[in-house]
T-cell receptor
Framework: AQTVTQSQPEMSVQEAETVTLSCTYD???????LFWYKQPPSRQMILVIR??????QNATENRFSVNFQKAAKSFSLKISDSQLGDAAMYFC?????????FGQGTELSVKP | EPEVTQTPSHQVTQMGQEVILRCVPI?????FYWYRQILGQKVEFLVS????????KSEIFDDQFSVERPDGSNFTLKIRSTKLEDSAMYFC??????????????FGAGSRLTVL
């Protein structure tokens, strides 16, 4: 069964600095999708970024980018120029047959 | 932008009572999901629904749970006899097509269930 692991329960970053959240996963598939979701205190699940495993180029969405290492099964999220509004729980997720398998989450705090 | 709507936002119930959580998925979406998040834990898949039937369910989704799409727009999750451990945030989600991750899952804002 596919698993998703986020080894950092909590991370902290200074406003305007860069932070990287780690995620590893386990799969025997060759083509799949990976996602990062943000969950602010409102607990809404908001898609941040997604990556198709078939594409070698790392996905980028404004200040958010990923470092996708397929061989290592690693999918980290980099947040540049961190803002106070980035403070949230971040979940890494793997798409398995239409449903998402989530990691345990990393709680990011942003210090002014 | 189209959104998934969930009601109620918060429900408090007594143990043993029946609860129905309602969701209105995005209108042209065909695949529907329920997820659960116990406070402080990760989001867990409960059930997926397509073409008016369950396509997959997790171990969590036991006989106390049921889903239906009664009128072509609403998608409901029923918990027949709630237990304390059912206290959680329940998320509805929908997508246009099924197994490919190319089609992004859109989540509702969640329904918080508290069982006393």
């Amino acid at each position: 069964a596919q698993t998703v692991t986020q080894s950092q329960p909590e991370m902290s970053v200074q406003e305007a600095e860069t932070v990287t959240l780690s995620c590893t996963y386990d799969t025997s598939e060759s083509d799949y999708y990976l996602f990062w979701y943000k969950q602010p205190p409102s607990r809404q699940m908001i898609l941040v970024i997604r990556q198709e495993a078939y594409k070698q180029q790392n996905a980028t969405e404004n200040r958010f980018s990923v470092n996708f290492q397929k061989a290592a099964k690693s999918f980290s999220l980099k947040i540049s120029d961190s803002q106070l509004g980035d403070a949230a729980m971040y979940f890494c997720a793997y798409n398995q047959g239409g449903k998402l398998i989530f990691g345990q989450g990393t709680e990011l705090s942003v210090k002014p | 932008e189209p959104e998934v709507t969930q009601t109620p936002s918060h429900q408090v119930t007594q143990m043993g009572q029946e609860v129905i959580l309602r969701c209105v998925p995005i209108s042209n979406h065909l695949y529907f999901y329920w997820y659960r998040q116990i406070l402080g834990q990760k989001v867990e898949f409960l059930v997926s629904f397509y073409n008016n039937e369950i396509s997959e369910k997790s171990e969590i989704f036991d006989d106390q749970f049921s889903v239906e799409r009664p009128d072509g727009s609403n998608f409901t999750l029923k918990i027949r006899s709630t237990k304390l451990e059912d206290s959680a945030m329940y998320f509805c989600a929908s997508k246009m097509r099924g197994s490919s991750g190319a089609n992004v899952l859109t989540f509702g804002a969640g329904s918080r269930l508290t069982v006393l």
